[in-house]
């Protein structure tokens, strides 16, 4: 069974420090890997979206990096903002096209 | 595009009446819907898949009697959770994939906060 890590649980910076979300997964055989962002009681925003054979993805101040081999993946958040407050979620694809989601990783940035 | 739409947003009930939550793919045929349980500060767990037109598929340790899914088209499925208890609150996300895109992507509806009192 796929398990999904995130570490850290929570984060807090100064605004303008850089944000990095490490995620590990325990079965490599994925489709693909997804970080989401999710606001308080809210549902799930895509972020990035890395397909098996890539390495990384980039939008804007977000970077993505993906070594299928070991098992994990960390997000880049460049110049951080209050506005990037939130929860993190990371999620693999496997064979059978379900998401499994790590627990998460609360971040937030201090003005 | 690919607007995943669910109601209600919020419920409230009394312990031992049944609750209806609807998921909605707006502007794509949805071969496929999955449904999602999130409890505070713990991460989404798969309830369940739904195919259009046949029974659902449940995770290990859900209850099929207690949470009933309809996929009764390739826009709409529903979820009842039947004679709800507290520990049933929880945050219900539903996903859905299109008929046209690949199987590996799936779209997000806003969720649905449940409250048994």
């Known amino acids: 069974k796929q398990e999904v890590t995130q570490i850290p649980a929570a984060l807090s910076v100064p605004e303008g420090e850089n944000l990095v979300l490490n995620c590990s997964f325990t079965?490599?055989?994925?489709?693909?890997l997804q970080w989401f962002r999710q606001d308080p009681g809210k549902g799930l925003t895509s972020l990035l979206l890395i397909q098996s054979s890539q390495r990384e993805q980039t939008s804007g101040r977000l970077n993505a990096s993906l070594d299928k081999s070991s098992g994990r993946s960390t997000l880049y958040i460049a110049a951080s903002q209050p506005g990037d407050s939130a929860t993190y979620l990371c999620?693999?694809?496997?064979?059978?096209?379900?998401?499994?989601f790590g627990a998460g990783t609360t971040v937030t940035v201090r003005a | 595009g690919a607007v995943v739409s669910q109601h209600p947003s919020w419920v409230i009930c009394k312990s031992g009446t049944s609750v209806k939550i609807e998921c909605r793919s707006l502007?794509?045929?949805?071969?496929?819907m999955f449904w999602y349980r999130q409890f505070p500060k713990q991460s989404l767990m798969l309830m369940a898949t739904s195919n259009e037109g046949s029974k659902a598929t449940y995770e290990q340790g859900v209850e099929k009697d207690k949470f009933l899914i309809n996929h009764a088209s390739l826009t709409l499925s529903t979820l009842t959770v039947t004679s709800a208890h507290p520990e049933d609150s929880s945050f219900y996300i539903c996903?859905?994939?299109?008929?046209?895109?690949?199987?590996?992507?799936?779209?997000f509806g806003p969720g649905t906060r449940l409250l048994v009192l």
């Open positions: 999620a693999v694809t496997a064979g059978d096209y379900k998401l499994s």
């Open positions: 079965d490599s055989a994925i489709y693909n």
């Open positions: 996903s859905a994939r299109s008929l046209l895109a690949d199987k590996e992507t799936q779209y």
């Open positions: 502007d794509f045929q949805a071969t496929t």
